[in-house]
């Protein structure tokens, strides 16, 4: 009988050894990771961008606290907590210029909207996500563009070197790209300055050929992004051109 009771106090013993064991009673939300997309993010100079965070697993966001951040946590781009903006910890720089996108967060995405993005929006973020006491977050990358304007091309009649054409165009970032051909295609040697904006940090181009006898036939200046796919150009189309005049713009895809 002695066994007998010992083998049922083992069992006992085992029973509540396993019901310690067992994870304590919730959602499972609490171990969750942070993910980000990879490559950076683009947007032009003016335009709005979005900057998403993901959970995983796919867990709604509901509850939890969210915040953007740039070098510091606070103040940050923008915080979301108890399922609104807490305008009160956000960054001067930000303010009336950020909204929370809440359109997939049942299934974990969250997103800050950067609306009339500048070349201070240029660079690195993080997104933090915190449900009590605990959080993940992942890295972003923001790049920002410049579009310049249409450019504008005229010839000028610089005493003592000739008869020059210049081109003309402003609001680009970064550093475009500047090409001369003639009427054959060819690449036309060419003198180009860049000059910073001091408000705005844009880049305003001056770019000038000298021409021979004149011959302005067929010449065209076009200026391109290194981070876009668009180009802007514009050409003289025809002869007869005096000194002085402006060519009008075209724009043309690559």
């Given at each position: 009988m002695a066994k007998t009771r010992c083998g049922h106090a083992l069992l006992r013993c085992t029973v509540a050894f396993l019901f310690l064991q067992l994870p304590p009673p919730g959602n499972g939300r609490a171990d969750f990771q942070v993910k980000g997309p990879h490559a950076p993010v683009l947007a032009l100079v003016g335009e709005d961008a979005e900057l998403s965070c993901q959970l995983v697993p796919n867990i709604s966001t509901e509850g939890m606290e969210l915040r953007w951040y740039r070098n510091q946590s606070s103040p940050a781009v923008l915080v979301h907590r108890n399922g609104e903006d807490v305008h009160q910890e956000q960054m001067v720089e930000y303010q009336g210029r950020t909204s929370f996108v809440s359109d997939h967060v049942a299934r974990g995405e969250a997103t800050l909207r950067i609306h009339n993005v500048t070349l201070f929006d240029n660079g690195t973020y993080h997104c933090l996500f915190k449900e009590g006491t605990s959080s993940n977050q992942a890295t972003l990358w923001l790049t920002v563009?410049?579009?310049?304007?249409?450019?504008?091309?005229?010839?000028?009649?610089?005493?003592?070197?000739g008869i020059q054409v210049k081109c003309t165009s402003a609001g680009w970032y970064p550093e475009p790209l500047v090409e001369w051909r003639d009427l054959r295609g060819q690449p036309v040697p060419a003198v180009t300055n860049f000059s910073l904006s001091a408000t705005t940090g844009l880049m305003a181009v001056v770019s000038r050929v000298t021409v021979q006898n004149g011959a302005v036939q067929g010449l065209s200046c076009s200026i391109s992004n290194p981070l876009l796919p668009e180009r802007k150009?514009?050409?003289?189309?025809?002869?007869?051109?005096?000194?002085?005049s402006v060519l009008p713009s075209s724009e043309a895809q690559l």
């Amino acid at each position: 009988m002695a066994k007998t009771r010992c083998g049922h106090a083992l069992l006992r013993c085992t029973v509540a050894f396993l019901f310690l064991q067992l994870p304590p009673p919730g959602n499972g939300r609490a171990d969750f990771q942070v993910k980000g997309p990879h490559a950076p993010v683009l947007a032009l100079v003016g335009e709005d961008a979005e900057l998403s965070c993901q959970l995983v697993p796919n867990i709604s966001t509901e509850g939890m606290e969210l915040r953007w951040y740039r070098n510091q946590s606070s103040p940050a781009v923008l915080v979301h907590r108890n399922g609104e903006d807490v305008h009160q910890e956000q960054m001067v720089e930000y303010q009336g210029r950020t909204s929370f996108v809440s359109d997939h967060v049942a299934r974990g995405e969250a997103t800050l909207r950067i609306h009339n993005v500048t070349l201070f929006d240029n660079g690195t973020y993080h997104c933090l996500f915190k449900e009590g006491t605990s959080s993940n977050q992942a890295t972003l990358w923001l790049t920002v563009a410049g579009l310049g304007s249409k450019p504008r091309v005229q010839v000028v009649d610089d005493q003592g070197t000739g008869i020059q054409v210049k081109c003309t165009s402003a609001g680009w970032y970064p550093e475009p790209l500047v090409e001369w051909r003639d009427l054959r295609g060819q690449p036309v040697p060419a003198v180009t300055n860049f000059s910073l904006s001091a408000t705005t940090g844009l880049m305003a181009v001056v770019s000038r050929v000298t021409v021979q006898n004149g011959a302005v036939q067929g010449l065209s200046c076009s200026i391109s992004n290194p981070l876009l796919p668009e180009r802007k150009g514009a050409e003289k189309p025809g002869t007869g051109l005096k000194t002085g005049s402006v060519l009008p713009s075209s724009e043309a895809q690559l």
